[in-house]
């Protein structure tokens, strides 16, 4: 079991910048999606960015794109979220998730997941 490690949240102001990193234990395969996803009290999960590991494919919500970066080190067996003008919105945890089918499109977070990280919180508050 691949295990997942959220870091980087925390409490950021408007328009202000935060990256998140979610670090691997391991890849079991050369073939793999790493998805982002957040979700707010009371809402539902949403989809955020998702990076392939086939030729670092990558997708973004629409709430995201333009703002949000994805990007992975394989050497460090990481993904980062770098996530700019940050705008006031819910606390959301976000979450790091590993998926076998290694494709980063439309409907991407609708794909089964088998690992994901314990999450990390941002705030983006005054």
């Known amino acids: 079991q691949v295990q997942l490690v959220e870091s980087g949240g925390g409490l950021v102001q408007p328009g202000g910048s935060r990256r998140l990193s979610c670090a691997a234990s391991?890849?079991?395969?050369?073939?793999?999606?790493i998805g982002w996803f957040r979700q707010a009290p009371g809402k539902e999960r949403e989809g955020v960015s998702c990076i392939s590991s086939v030729d670092d494919m990558t997708y973004y919500a629409d709430s995201v794109k333009g703002r949000f970066t994805i990007a992975r080190d394989n050497a460090k067996n990481t993904v980062y979220l770098q996530m700019n003008s940050l705008k006031r919105e819910y606390p959301a945890v976000y979450y790091c998730a590993l998926g076998a089918l290694p494709v980063c499109a439309t409907g991407w977070d609708q794909a089964p997941f088998d690992s994901w990280g314990q999450g990390t919180q941002v705030t983006v508050s005054s």
């Open positions: 391991k890849f079991t395969s050369d073939y793999y999606v």
